[in-house]
């Protein structure tokens, strides 16, 4: 009894000291972090135009409806600002400060309970965010997520909102678990790929292209698994293949459709580098070497990868003459999920060959496909 007694008064005095002195600022208040959710807004439709994943005349609209918010709270902050604030009303707005904890306190004690279940993930973020960023956004849903796992429709809100602000790796949890949990379609299939290339530093590692297959599975011209599949191609060194892959894809996507732009600046990228990059050079190990893995258990299999891996740089670093060697080496750390070896492998491969010579420039032309630079 005691500690609700002093709960009670904490309530009362909090509520005094704090709502009284701001009676006068609070509708500005509330306008000015509308403000500020809005251009977050603005900033982030610029950044899915600058990721090509809206048309931008998409973005127009998108802009234009942003902005006639804004004036219209920016008028709003303008009158309320303007308007003076007679005593009656303070007075007023003290008593309704204190019937706040006075009729939650009795609602609760009557009809409340700590066991009515929440609201649903997806209504909740489709609510407009007002007084709410982002942050605050994933972080509720997060909430919501971890004592409702089995939300699917909470998982496929949550997984591209992962994306855009770059937690790739649980945005690659988020797609699992919808997949898992409401099956696979085409798009959550190519988002989960999508998300493995991100975590993986751009790199179109065996289970991304895996998944990105299985999406043509069930839509053989899904787009976005056309693009990454061709993507895996060049970083191959297969780039004929690739710019082939990109040219088919673009004569079957919408003219309008950003995947158009984003194949076009591919296919120049890579026929930009395919002059200096060996179109013979081995990326990897051989088909016989795949096979034999495949039959291989997964802790096996990983070991006579590693083992093959560790025997090639054994090798490099007793004869490191041999661009087509080090372009193996970088790849297969990359694979493996070892970006720093890849790295190092690419810092000692320069110094072998010279950075200015012909095999040099090959495996640093390779390596920028994979978005490797040396350490310094």
Known sequence: MLFWIIAALLTFGASFAILLPLARKAETETGSHDMEVYRDQLAEVDRDVARKLIAREEAEQARAEIGRRIIRIDAEQRKAASA???KPARWLGALAVLAVPLISWGVYGSIGSPSVPSQPLAARLAEEPRDNSVEELVGRAEAHLASNPDDARGWEVLAPIYMRIGRFGDAVTAYRNTIRLA??????EAGLGEAIVNEGGGLVSADAQAAFERALLIEKDFPKARYYLAMALAQEGKHAEAVEAWQQMRQIVPADSPWQAAAQEAIAATQQRSASAPQNAAPGPSN???EA???????????MIEQMVASLDQKLRRDAADPDGWMRLIRSYMVLGKPDEARDALKRSLAALGADSEGGRKVAAFASTLNLVATE
């Open 84 to 86: 003076p604030v007679s």
């Open 183 to 188: 099956g696979a379609t085409a798009a959550r």
């Open 288 to 290: 016989d070497d795949i």
């Open 293 to 303: 893995a495949e039959n291989l258990s997964g802790a096996d299999r990983t070991a």
